[in-house]
């Protein structure tokens, strides 16, 4: 029903109808907008920034041109929106890992440099498009009005327990020092992962920054991740 009113300009969800149509309705275009972000996704992937285009994203979505502009209007509003739903995805899955992992400082920084690496955050396509946001000059002013806030609360959050780990464990280390090595780590490990001509396996990204926090937090964890049987004060390697 959309993709008709898309072509004919008809209204989508006149006043008289049944809710339950109009919720069918809503929940039809949103499913649209997210297949259209996903293509999107991939041509950021394979095209980058500058030469992500309305017509490619449509090419990639198998639907019309017209389609795609009905629901975003322009590339600036395309790109924007896609951003936004990759900020909002990934923030909501870093959450998901700490409201689930163990209460101890320890398992919540681990579930936090866990959360980069999980399945549907970190494939070739999603970290392409970040990087192609990351790279292109002109995708900072719409970064920063998507991701400021979100980078600003993540990066609390990663220094709180750190400090709290550091409290724990007795270690020399600087907490707003320790949290930014670790969030650099992994930033660098997805960059590697899509630029290296023989890129690693998720599994040894990981492996990666779990040894940087081995580095920073030796009594708790080690290359495989969190020592077995650490206390709340550590326990020597």
Known sequence: MDDVAAQTGA????????????????????????????????????????????TGVARAAGVSHGLVNFHFE???KLLAETLAFLADEYRDNWIRALEGAPASAAAKVNALLYADFEPKICTR????????????????PIYQASCASNDEEYANVVETYCAALIAEG???????????VLRVTSEGVWLEMITMSTPYSVKEAFRTV????????????????????????????
Do not use: N
Not at 29 to 51: D, F, K, M, N
């Open 11 to 54: 209204a989508t969800m006149p006043e008289d109808l049944p809710d339950t149509e109009k919720k069918k309705r809503k929940e039809s275009r949103e499913t649209r907008r997210v297949q259209l972000i996903e293509a999107t996704i991939r041509v950021l992937a394979t095209e980058g920034y500058s030469r992500t285009t309305l």
């Open 74 to 76: 322009s590339k600036e």
């Open 125 to 140: 396509d999603r970290l392409s498009a970040w990087c192609a946001f990351w790279g292109e000059a002109q995708s900072r």
């Open 170 to 180: 007795s270690y020399a280390v600087d907490p707003a020092l320790a949290s930014r």
């Open 210 to 237: 779990l040894t940087c926090a081995a580095a920073l937090f030796p009594r708790h964890f080690d290359s495989r991740g969190l020592i077995e049987g650490s206390t709340r004060t550590g326990r020597d390697p």
